[in-house]
T-cell receptor
Framework: EAGVVQSPRYKIIEKKQPVAFWCNPI?????LYWYLQNLGQGPELLIRYENEEAVDDSQLPKDRFSAERLKGVDSTLKIQPAELGDSAVYLC?????????????FGQGTRLTVV | AQSVTQLDSQVPVFEEAPVELRCNYSSSVSVYLFWYVQYPNQGLQLLLK??????LVKGINGFEAEFNKSQTSFHLRKPSVHISDTAEYFC???????????FGTGTRLLVSP
C-alpha cells in the first residue's frame, strides 16, 4: 500500500513569490491534515479536511495561505506571497474513519526555503 | 484546550543503555495518546498509541510507554537503545471527540557508541 505522497520534497523560492505543495493521501482516507513544522519544533496543525470540507482551519493564516481538496482526495496548499518566516517543513497526513482512535499517517514533507 | 509538554529537548545516552523520554499532557477530557518518531529528512512514523485498556502499551522497535492518568503522563521507554534509535521523538494527544492531534516540541534522542 502506498503511503502519503507529497511533492516537491524541497523547494527554494525568493520572498514574495508564490509556492504550492501537493499531497496525495492514502487511498480511502477521508481525513487529510496539513501541518507546519518549524525547525526544532513539533508539527502544528494548519488545516484539517473531512472529505472535501475544511472542518478546522483556525490556524491557517488566511491572508497568504490557502488550501483546497476539491474532490476529497488529493490536496494543494498554497502560499502567496511567501515570506522569509515561512521557511519550514510542510507535512501532510491522512487518516481513515471518524473519532480520535485512528492513526494519522504522514508523508515525508516538503522543505520550503524562502530567500 | 489540549497541550503536550516534553520537558527534555535532548537526551544523550550510550548504546545498550536504557532510556526514558518524558511526556506530560493537559486535557480536561478523555484522551488518546501517541508517540511518533522522526528520522532526519523524513516524515513522522507511529511508534505506539494508547486508546484504552492496559496502561502499558508496546510499540515497534522495542519501545513501550505507560499511561498514567493521575499524573497525566505518557512516558516512552526502551530497555536497551541502539545507534539506529537516534531520532526526534514526538508525543501527541487527541481528545476522544476530535480529530485534531496536538504535538509536543519533541525530544532528540542521541545514542552514542
Amino acid at each position: 500500500e502506498a503511503g502519503v505522497v507529497q511533492s516537491p520534497r524541497y523547494k527554494i523560492i525568493e520572498k514574495k513569490q508564490p509556492v504550492a505543495f501537493w499531497c496525495n493521501p492514502i487511498s480511502g482516507h477521508n481525513t487529510l491534515y496539513w501541518y507546519l513544522q518549524n525547525l526544532g519544533q513539533g508539527p502544528e496543525l494548519l488545516i484539517r479536511y473531512e472529505n472535501e470540507e475544511a472542518v478546522d482551519d483556525s490556524q491557517l493564516p488566511k491572508d497568504r495561505f490557502s488550501a483546497e481538496r476539491l474532490k476529497g482526495v488529493d490536496s494543494t496548499l498554497k502560499i502567496q506571497p511567501a515570506e522569509l518566516g515561512d521557511s519550514a517543513v510542510y507535512l501532510c497526513a491522512s487518516s481513515s474513519g471518524t473519532g480520535g482512535r485512528t492513526e494519522a499517517f504522514f508523508g515525508q514533507g516538503t522543505r520550503l526555503t524562502v530567500v | 484546550a489540549q497541550s503536550v509538554t516534553q520537558l527534555d529537548s535532548q537526551v544523550p545516552v550510550f548504546e545498550e543503555a536504557p532510556v526514558e523520554l518524558r511526556c506530560n499532557y493537559s486535557s480536561s477530557v478523555s484522551v488518546y495518546l501517541f508517540w511518533y518518531v522522526q528520522y532526519p529528512n523524513q516524515g513522522l512514523q507511529l511508534l505506539l498509541k494508547y486508546l484504552s485498556g492496559s496502561t502499558l502499551v508496546k510499540g515497534i522497535n522495542g519501545f513501550e510507554a505507560e499511561f498514567n492518568k493521575s499524573q497525566t503522563s505518557f512516558h516512552l521507554r526502551k530497555p536497551s537503545v541502539h545507534i539506529s534509535d537516534t531520532a526526534e521523538y514526538f508525543c501527541a494527544v487527541r481528545d476522544t471527540g476530535f480529530q485534531k492531534l496536538v504535538f509536543g516540541t519533541g525530544t532528540r534522542l542521541l545514542v552514542s557508541p
